[in-house]
Protein backbone atom coordinates (compact mmCIF):
# COMPACT_ATOMS: atom_id res chain seq x y z
CA UNK A 1 0.00 0.00 0.00
CA UNK A 2 1.12 3.34 -0.71
CA UNK A 3 2.29 5.51 2.37
CA UNK A 4 -0.65 7.99 1.27
CA UNK A 5 -3.10 5.72 0.84
CA UNK A 6 -2.17 4.24 4.12
CA UNK A 7 -2.74 7.53 5.67
CA UNK A 8 -6.71 7.88 4.15
CA UNK A 9 -7.93 4.25 5.16
CA UNK A 10 -6.71 4.96 8.66
CA UNK A 11 -8.34 7.91 9.81
CA UNK A 12 -10.98 6.44 12.10
CA UNK A 13 -7.86 4.29 13.81
CA UNK A 14 -5.83 7.96 14.11
CA UNK A 15 -8.63 9.97 15.50
CA UNK A 16 -9.44 7.21 18.21
CA UNK A 17 -5.69 6.70 19.23
CA UNK A 18 -5.45 10.55 19.57
CA UNK A 19 -8.65 10.51 21.57
CA UNK A 20 -7.10 7.75 23.92
CA UNK A 21 -3.77 10.24 24.41
CA UNK A 22 -6.20 13.18 24.83
CA UNK A 23 -7.91 11.51 28.06
CA UNK A 24 -4.50 11.54 29.81
CA UNK A 25 -4.50 14.71 32.04
CA UNK A 26 -0.58 15.27 31.36
CA UNK A 27 -0.80 18.42 33.40
CA UNK A 28 2.76 18.94 34.21
CA UNK A 29 2.21 21.93 36.52
CA UNK A 30 0.57 20.01 38.59
CA UNK A 31 2.14 17.50 41.04
CA UNK A 32 -1.26 16.03 41.96
CA UNK A 33 -0.63 14.42 37.92
CA UNK A 34 2.74 13.25 38.12
CA UNK A 35 1.44 10.12 37.02
CA UNK A 36 -0.41 11.01 34.32
CA UNK A 37 2.36 12.95 32.94
CA UNK A 38 4.11 9.81 32.92
CA UNK A 39 1.77 7.54 31.29
CA UNK A 40 1.05 9.84 28.45
CA UNK A 41 5.67 9.64 27.72
CA UNK A 42 5.00 5.48 27.75
CA UNK A 43 1.90 5.75 25.02
CA UNK A 44 4.44 7.85 22.79
CA UNK A 45 7.17 5.03 23.36
CA UNK A 46 4.38 2.02 22.75
CA UNK A 47 3.44 4.28 19.66
CA UNK A 48 7.19 4.29 18.68
CA UNK A 49 7.75 0.30 19.13
CA UNK A 50 4.29 -0.52 16.89
CA UNK A 51 5.02 1.88 14.22
CA UNK A 52 7.98 -0.06 13.69
CA UNK A 53 11.14 1.97 14.93
CA UNK A 54 14.52 1.10 15.21
CA UNK A 55 14.99 2.59 18.74
CA UNK A 56 12.24 4.11 21.30
CA UNK A 57 13.13 4.78 25.14
CA UNK A 58 12.55 7.29 27.72
CA UNK A 59 15.23 9.43 28.71
CA UNK A 60 15.34 10.24 32.34
CA UNK A 61 15.89 13.41 34.15
CA UNK A 62 16.93 14.40 37.36
CA UNK A 63 14.73 13.91 40.48
CA UNK A 64 11.10 15.15 39.62
CA UNK A 65 11.84 15.79 35.90
CA UNK A 66 9.53 14.47 33.26
CA UNK A 67 10.89 11.75 30.84
CA UNK A 68 12.17 12.86 27.05
CA UNK A 69 10.65 10.10 24.79
CA UNK A 70 13.48 9.46 21.81
CA UNK A 71 12.90 7.13 19.05
CA UNK A 72 14.95 6.83 15.61
CA UNK A 73 14.38 4.89 12.11
CA UNK A 74 18.23 5.37 10.45
CA UNK A 75 17.82 3.26 7.59
CA UNK A 76 17.76 5.97 4.51
CA UNK A 77 21.56 5.99 3.33
CA UNK A 78 22.75 9.35 2.14
CA UNK A 79 19.59 10.92 2.83
CA UNK A 80 18.93 14.05 5.49
CA UNK A 81 18.07 13.44 9.23
CA UNK A 82 15.18 15.36 10.68
CA UNK A 83 14.87 15.69 14.06
CA UNK A 84 10.82 15.61 14.95
CA UNK A 85 9.90 17.41 18.34
CA UNK A 86 6.47 17.78 20.06
CA UNK A 87 5.64 17.97 23.51
CA UNK A 88 2.88 15.45 25.78
CA UNK A 89 2.33 17.69 28.41
CA UNK A 90 -1.12 20.46 28.48
CA UNK A 91 -2.28 23.30 30.15
CA UNK A 92 -4.62 22.59 33.37
CA UNK A 93 -8.03 23.25 32.32
CA UNK A 94 -9.44 25.52 35.06
CA UNK A 95 -12.08 27.47 34.79
CA UNK A 96 -13.93 23.89 34.18
CA UNK A 97 -17.09 25.35 34.50
CA UNK A 98 -16.89 27.36 30.76
CA UNK A 99 -16.05 24.03 29.01
CA UNK A 100 -18.89 22.59 26.72
CA UNK A 101 -17.69 19.23 27.44
CA UNK A 102 -15.12 17.71 30.04
CA UNK A 103 -11.58 18.66 28.88
CA UNK A 104 -10.53 15.39 29.30
CA UNK A 105 -13.14 13.68 27.47
CA UNK A 106 -11.98 14.78 24.10
CA UNK A 107 -15.73 14.99 22.21
CA UNK A 108 -16.30 16.09 18.35
CA UNK A 109 -18.27 18.43 17.31
CA UNK A 110 -18.64 19.56 13.65
CA UNK A 111 -15.34 19.47 12.32
CA UNK A 112 -13.38 20.01 15.12
CA UNK A 113 -12.07 17.44 18.10
CA UNK A 114 -12.29 19.48 22.14
CA UNK A 115 -10.42 18.64 24.44
CA UNK A 116 -7.81 20.03 26.37
CA UNK A 117 -4.22 19.41 24.42
CA UNK A 118 -6.36 19.04 21.03
CA UNK A 119 -3.98 21.60 19.39
CA UNK A 120 -1.64 22.34 21.65
CA UNK A 121 0.33 20.33 21.07
CA UNK A 122 -0.77 16.51 21.37
CA UNK A 123 -2.74 16.98 18.15
CA UNK A 124 0.24 18.14 16.38
CA UNK A 125 2.34 15.74 17.88
CA UNK A 126 0.85 12.88 16.86
CA UNK A 127 0.57 14.39 13.11
CA UNK A 128 3.93 13.27 13.33
CA UNK A 129 3.61 9.82 14.84
CA UNK A 130 1.20 9.27 12.54
CA UNK A 131 3.06 10.48 9.14
CA UNK A 132 6.15 8.22 10.17
CA UNK A 133 3.70 5.37 10.60
CA UNK A 134 2.25 5.29 7.02
CA UNK A 135 5.70 5.14 5.54
CA UNK A 136 6.84 2.24 8.03
CA UNK A 137 4.00 0.42 7.86
CA UNK A 138 3.19 0.69 4.22
CA UNK A 139 6.25 0.01 2.76
CA UNK A 140 8.91 -0.95 5.40
CA UNK A 141 10.94 1.95 5.14
CA UNK A 142 11.41 6.16 5.32
CA UNK A 143 12.26 8.44 2.61
CA UNK A 144 14.73 10.42 4.98
CA UNK A 145 16.26 9.35 8.10
CA UNK A 146 14.02 10.60 11.32
CA UNK A 147 14.56 10.91 14.87
CA UNK A 148 11.81 11.96 17.35
CA UNK A 149 12.24 13.34 20.58
CA UNK A 150 9.31 14.34 22.22
CA UNK A 151 8.81 16.19 25.74
CA UNK A 152 6.62 16.48 28.95
CA UNK A 153 7.97 19.76 30.33
CA UNK A 154 7.40 23.07 27.87
CA UNK A 155 4.55 24.03 29.54
CA UNK A 156 6.45 24.51 32.60
CA UNK A 157 9.81 25.61 31.32
CA UNK A 158 11.63 22.52 29.50
CA UNK A 159 14.13 22.51 32.18
CA UNK A 160 15.01 18.73 31.27
CA UNK A 161 15.43 18.92 27.52
CA UNK A 162 17.25 22.04 28.02
CA UNK A 163 19.83 20.08 30.18
CA UNK A 164 19.66 17.49 27.67
CA UNK A 165 20.28 19.75 24.71
CA UNK A 166 23.23 21.00 26.58
CA UNK A 167 25.30 17.97 26.63
CA UNK A 168 25.14 18.17 22.72
CA UNK A 169 23.98 14.28 22.69
CA UNK A 170 25.93 12.86 19.56
CA UNK A 171 22.44 10.59 19.03
CA UNK A 172 20.72 13.95 18.04
CA UNK A 173 23.19 14.49 15.53
CA UNK A 174 20.95 15.83 12.54
CA UNK A 175 20.53 18.21 9.76
CA UNK A 176 17.29 20.25 10.57
CA UNK A 177 14.48 19.96 13.16
CA UNK A 178 10.44 19.57 12.26
CA UNK A 179 8.36 21.39 15.22
CA UNK A 180 4.44 20.90 14.58
CA UNK A 181 3.27 23.46 17.62
CA UNK A 182 2.43 26.60 15.42
CA UNK A 183 -1.07 27.26 13.70
CA UNK A 184 -1.96 28.40 9.90
CA UNK A 185 -2.53 32.23 9.73
CA UNK A 186 -6.00 31.95 8.64
CA UNK A 187 -8.30 28.65 7.49
CA UNK A 188 -7.08 27.32 4.62
CA UNK A 189 -3.60 28.71 4.22
CA UNK A 190 -0.64 26.68 4.84
CA UNK A 191 1.35 28.63 6.26
CA UNK A 192 5.38 28.61 7.78
CA UNK A 193 6.67 30.44 10.69
CA UNK A 194 9.92 31.85 10.56
CA UNK A 195 9.90 33.86 14.03
CA UNK A 196 8.83 33.35 17.39
CA UNK A 197 9.38 35.51 20.12
CA UNK A 198 11.45 35.19 23.58
CA UNK A 199 9.84 34.75 27.27
CA UNK A 200 11.40 35.64 30.47
CA UNK A 201 8.99 34.93 33.13
CA UNK A 202 9.20 36.17 36.73
CA UNK A 203 7.70 36.43 39.63
CA UNK A 204 8.50 39.74 41.87
CA UNK A 205 7.45 38.87 45.58
CA UNK A 206 6.40 42.02 48.37
CA UNK A 207 7.13 42.13 52.04
CA UNK A 208 5.96 44.08 53.93
CA UNK A 209 5.28 44.02 57.97
CA UNK A 210 6.32 40.85 59.88
CA UNK A 211 2.99 39.47 59.45
CA UNK A 212 -0.62 40.39 58.67
CA UNK A 213 -2.39 43.36 60.48
CA UNK A 214 -5.56 44.81 61.40
CA UNK A 215 -6.30 47.57 59.13
CA UNK A 216 -8.34 49.82 60.99
CA UNK A 217 -5.44 49.72 64.02
CA UNK A 218 -2.59 49.68 61.65
CA UNK A 219 -4.14 51.26 58.30
CA UNK A 220 -2.32 54.82 57.37
CA UNK A 221 1.26 53.65 58.92
CA UNK A 222 2.06 49.91 57.92
CA UNK A 223 3.49 49.44 54.42
CA UNK A 224 0.75 47.68 52.04
CA UNK A 225 2.55 45.04 49.83
CA UNK A 226 -0.39 45.20 47.30
CA UNK A 227 -0.71 48.54 47.24
CA UNK A 228 3.34 48.36 46.36
CA UNK A 229 2.98 45.88 43.76
CA UNK A 230 0.50 47.47 42.51
CA UNK A 231 2.33 50.96 41.95
CA UNK A 232 5.30 49.33 40.43
CA UNK A 233 3.07 47.63 37.63
CA UNK A 234 1.63 50.48 37.00
CA UNK A 235 5.76 52.01 36.64
CA UNK A 236 6.89 49.23 34.40
CA UNK A 237 4.85 50.22 31.39
CA UNK A 238 2.57 52.97 30.01
CA UNK A 239 -1.09 52.99 29.18
CA UNK A 240 -0.06 53.00 25.42
CA UNK A 241 1.99 49.61 25.78
CA UNK A 242 5.24 51.29 26.10
CA UNK A 243 7.62 49.82 28.49
CA UNK A 244 9.67 52.14 30.79
CA UNK A 245 11.70 49.92 31.58
CA UNK A 246 16.02 51.73 31.18
CA UNK A 247 17.38 50.42 27.78
CA UNK A 248 14.77 47.53 27.23
CA UNK A 249 14.65 48.44 23.84
CA UNK A 250 18.17 48.71 23.22
CA UNK A 251 18.32 46.34 20.35
CA UNK A 252 15.30 46.36 19.24
CA UNK A 253 15.29 46.10 15.54
CA UNK A 254 12.13 46.48 13.00
CA UNK A 255 11.82 43.86 10.78
CA UNK A 256 12.81 44.33 7.27
CA UNK A 257 10.88 46.47 4.76
CA UNK A 258 10.10 43.26 2.52
CA UNK A 259 8.83 41.10 5.57
CA UNK A 260 6.62 44.26 6.78
CA UNK A 261 4.98 44.13 2.94
CA UNK A 262 4.36 40.87 2.98
CA UNK A 263 2.42 40.90 6.30
CA UNK A 264 0.30 43.43 4.40
CA UNK A 265 -0.66 41.72 1.76
CA UNK A 266 -1.74 38.72 4.54
CA UNK A 267 -5.99 38.47 4.52
CA UNK A 268 -6.00 40.08 8.15
CA UNK A 269 -8.93 42.41 9.17
CA UNK A 270 -8.57 44.03 12.69
CA UNK A 271 -12.44 44.38 13.30
CA UNK A 272 -12.60 40.10 12.47
CA UNK A 273 -9.45 39.74 14.82
CA UNK A 274 -11.01 41.91 17.56
CA UNK A 275 -14.50 40.49 17.60
CA UNK A 276 -13.27 36.49 16.65
CA UNK A 277 -10.16 36.64 18.71
CA UNK A 278 -10.21 38.82 21.31
CA UNK A 279 -13.56 39.65 22.32
CA UNK A 280 -13.21 43.10 23.59
CA UNK A 281 -14.26 46.43 23.09
CA UNK A 282 -10.61 47.87 21.48
CA UNK A 283 -7.43 46.96 20.95
CA UNK A 284 -4.21 48.28 23.00
CA UNK A 285 -0.58 48.55 22.41
CA UNK A 286 2.00 50.88 21.02
CA UNK A 287 0.94 53.12 19.03
CA UNK A 288 3.03 53.55 15.16
CA UNK A 289 3.02 50.08 14.58
CA UNK A 290 0.48 47.39 12.79
CA UNK A 291 -1.37 44.81 15.27
CA UNK A 292 0.43 42.37 13.76
CA UNK A 293 4.00 43.89 14.08
CA UNK A 294 2.75 44.38 17.58
CA UNK A 295 1.96 40.88 17.85
CA UNK A 296 5.34 39.27 16.55
CA UNK A 297 7.86 41.76 16.52
CA UNK A 298 7.81 44.10 19.56
CA UNK A 299 8.57 42.97 22.82
CA UNK A 300 5.76 43.14 25.65
CA UNK A 301 5.41 43.38 28.98
CA UNK A 302 2.37 41.45 30.65
CA UNK A 303 0.76 41.19 34.48
CA UNK A 304 -0.56 37.40 34.53
CA UNK A 305 -1.56 37.38 38.22
CA UNK A 306 -1.58 38.95 41.19
CA UNK A 307 -2.16 37.01 44.50
CA UNK A 308 -1.79 37.93 48.56
CA UNK A 309 -4.18 39.44 51.30
CA UNK A 310 -7.36 38.35 51.56
CA UNK A 311 -9.85 37.11 48.74
CA UNK A 312 -12.55 34.67 50.51
CA UNK A 313 -16.47 35.66 50.81
CA UNK A 314 -16.89 38.34 53.00
CA UNK A 315 -14.79 40.87 54.75
CA UNK A 316 -11.63 40.46 56.44
CA UNK A 317 -9.55 43.48 57.04
CA UNK A 318 -6.29 43.08 56.78
CA UNK A 319 -3.18 44.42 55.83
CA UNK A 320 -1.39 41.50 53.96
CA UNK A 321 2.70 40.99 55.10
CA UNK A 322 2.94 39.26 51.51
CA UNK A 323 2.23 39.84 47.83
CA UNK A 324 2.89 38.27 44.90
CA UNK A 325 2.79 39.16 40.91
CA UNK A 326 3.46 37.10 37.69
CA UNK A 327 4.86 38.92 35.18
CA UNK A 328 6.21 37.98 32.07
CA UNK A 329 8.77 39.84 29.07
CA UNK A 330 8.10 38.74 25.47
CA UNK A 331 11.53 39.44 23.34
CA UNK A 332 12.24 39.87 20.08
CA UNK A 333 15.56 39.19 17.86
CA UNK A 334 18.99 40.33 19.33
CA UNK A 335 17.02 40.71 22.85
CA UNK A 336 19.26 39.01 25.28
CA UNK A 337 17.63 37.33 28.49
CA UNK A 338 20.50 37.60 30.79
CA UNK A 339 20.41 41.53 30.12
CA UNK A 340 16.69 41.91 30.17
CA UNK A 341 16.69 40.20 33.32
CA UNK A 342 19.14 42.41 34.48
CA UNK A 343 17.20 45.66 33.81
CA UNK A 344 14.05 44.17 34.97
CA UNK A 345 15.53 43.25 38.64
CA UNK A 346 17.12 46.94 38.48
CA UNK A 347 14.14 48.82 37.72
CA UNK A 348 11.46 46.97 39.99
CA UNK A 349 14.37 47.73 42.92
CA UNK A 350 14.30 51.29 41.87
CA UNK A 351 10.41 51.27 41.85
CA UNK A 352 10.09 49.96 44.96
CA UNK A 353 8.07 51.93 47.73
CA UNK A 354 9.75 52.87 51.38
CA UNK A 355 8.56 49.51 53.83
CA UNK A 356 8.74 47.29 51.10
CA UNK A 357 11.39 44.57 50.12
CA UNK A 358 11.17 43.18 47.03
CA UNK A 359 12.26 39.71 45.08
CA UNK A 360 12.49 38.67 42.06
CA UNK A 361 12.49 35.12 40.65
CA UNK A 362 13.27 34.20 37.16
CA UNK A 363 10.77 30.90 36.16
CA UNK A 364 12.14 30.50 32.69
CA UNK A 365 13.59 32.57 30.29
CA UNK A 366 14.86 31.55 26.51
CA UNK A 367 15.66 33.91 23.69
CA UNK A 368 14.04 35.22 20.54
CA UNK A 369 14.01 32.29 17.26
CA UNK A 370 14.41 33.96 13.54
CA UNK A 371 14.75 31.20 11.00
CA UNK A 372 16.12 31.87 7.33
CA UNK A 373 13.90 31.02 4.66
CA UNK A 374 16.68 30.16 1.74
CA UNK A 375 17.33 26.67 2.76
CA UNK A 376 16.56 23.16 1.17
CA UNK A 377 14.09 22.54 4.53
CA UNK A 378 12.14 25.33 4.52
CA UNK A 379 11.84 25.77 0.97
CA UNK A 380 10.81 21.81 0.57
CA UNK A 381 7.97 22.34 3.57
CA UNK A 382 6.48 25.27 1.49
CA UNK A 383 5.93 23.43 -1.60
CA UNK A 384 4.73 20.15 0.66
CA UNK A 385 2.32 22.29 2.18
CA UNK A 386 1.15 24.14 -1.06
CA UNK A 387 0.68 20.76 -2.49
CA UNK A 388 -1.83 19.59 0.26
CA UNK A 389 -3.48 22.19 0.35
CA UNK A 390 -3.52 23.84 -2.81
CA UNK A 391 -2.19 27.37 -2.22
CA UNK A 392 1.10 29.23 -1.97
CA UNK A 393 2.87 28.75 1.44
CA UNK A 394 2.90 32.41 3.41
CA UNK A 395 5.49 32.99 5.70
CA UNK A 396 4.92 34.96 9.39
CA UNK A 397 6.41 35.19 12.85
CA UNK A 398 4.47 34.19 15.87
CA UNK A 399 4.02 36.12 19.25
CA UNK A 400 4.38 33.02 21.57
CA UNK A 401 7.58 31.36 22.23
CA UNK A 402 8.85 28.14 21.92
CA UNK A 403 12.02 27.72 23.99
CA UNK A 404 13.24 24.38 22.44
CA UNK A 405 13.74 26.43 18.61
CA UNK A 406 16.34 28.60 19.86
CA UNK A 407 17.91 25.23 21.50
CA UNK A 408 18.42 23.36 18.72
CA UNK A 409 20.23 26.46 16.95
CA UNK A 410 22.44 27.16 19.43
CA UNK A 411 23.21 23.60 20.46
CA UNK A 412 22.64 21.21 17.30
CA UNK A 413 23.43 24.19 15.28
CA UNK A 414 20.84 23.41 12.95
CA UNK A 415 17.04 24.89 11.60
CA UNK A 416 14.06 24.74 12.34
CA UNK A 417 11.02 24.03 10.22
CA UNK A 418 7.83 25.60 11.55
CA UNK A 419 5.56 23.69 10.16
CA UNK A 420 1.87 24.56 11.98
CA UNK A 421 -1.59 23.12 11.72
CA UNK A 422 -3.55 24.67 14.28
CA UNK A 423 -6.07 27.96 13.93
CA UNK A 424 -6.42 30.98 15.36
CA UNK A 425 -9.49 30.45 16.92
CA UNK A 426 -8.82 27.33 18.62
CA UNK A 427 -8.73 28.45 22.19
CA UNK A 428 -4.91 27.38 23.33
CA UNK A 429 -4.51 27.93 26.95
CA UNK A 430 -8.40 28.29 27.25
CA UNK A 431 -11.69 26.28 27.85
CA UNK A 432 -12.66 24.86 24.97
CA UNK A 433 -9.25 24.23 22.84
CA UNK A 434 -10.35 22.52 19.58
CA UNK A 435 -8.26 20.79 16.84
CA UNK A 436 -9.77 21.56 13.33
CA UNK A 437 -10.25 17.31 12.08
CA UNK A 438 -9.34 18.30 8.12
CA UNK A 439 -5.90 20.10 9.33
CA UNK A 440 -5.32 16.95 11.49
CA UNK A 441 -5.63 14.54 8.61
CA UNK A 442 -4.25 16.98 6.19
CA UNK A 443 -0.98 17.48 8.61
CA UNK A 444 -0.27 14.42 8.41
CA UNK A 445 -0.34 14.20 4.61
CA UNK A 446 1.87 17.11 4.28
CA UNK A 447 4.73 15.69 7.02
CA UNK A 448 4.34 12.82 4.94
CA UNK A 449 4.92 14.71 1.51
CA UNK A 450 7.51 16.72 2.99
CA UNK A 451 9.59 13.28 4.02
CA UNK A 452 9.24 12.63 0.40
CA UNK A 453 10.08 16.01 -1.81
CA UNK A 454 13.43 15.69 1.31
CA UNK A 455 14.76 12.72 -0.35
CA UNK A 456 14.59 14.42 -3.71
CA UNK A 457 16.54 17.14 -2.85
Known sequence: MDPFEYYKANREKFLAGLKEWLKIPSISTLP????????????????????????????????????????????????????????????????????????????????????????????????????????????????????????????????????????????????AALVCDTEMFAPELPTLTTGLRGLVYTEIEARGAAQDLHSGLYGGAAPNPIQALAEILAALKRSDGRILIPGFYRRVQRPSRAELDAWKRLPFNERTFLRKEIGSSALVGEKGYSVLERLWARPTLEVHGIAGGFTGEGAKTVIPAVARAKVSMRLVPDMRPTEVIRQFRSAVKRLTPPGIRTTVRVLSAAPASLVKTDNRFIEAAAEALAQVFGQKTVYIRAGGSIPVVGLFQKHLGVPTVMMGFGLPDDRLHSPNEKFHLPNFYRGIEAVGRYFSLLAGR
Open 32 to 175: EHKSDVRRAAEVVAEEFRAMGLDKAELIEGAAGQNPLVYGEWTGAAGQPTLLLYGHYDVQPPAPLEEWLSPPFEPTVRGEDLFARGASDDKGQTYILLKAVEGFLQATGRLPINIKFLIEGEEEVGGAHIEQYLATRPPQLQCD
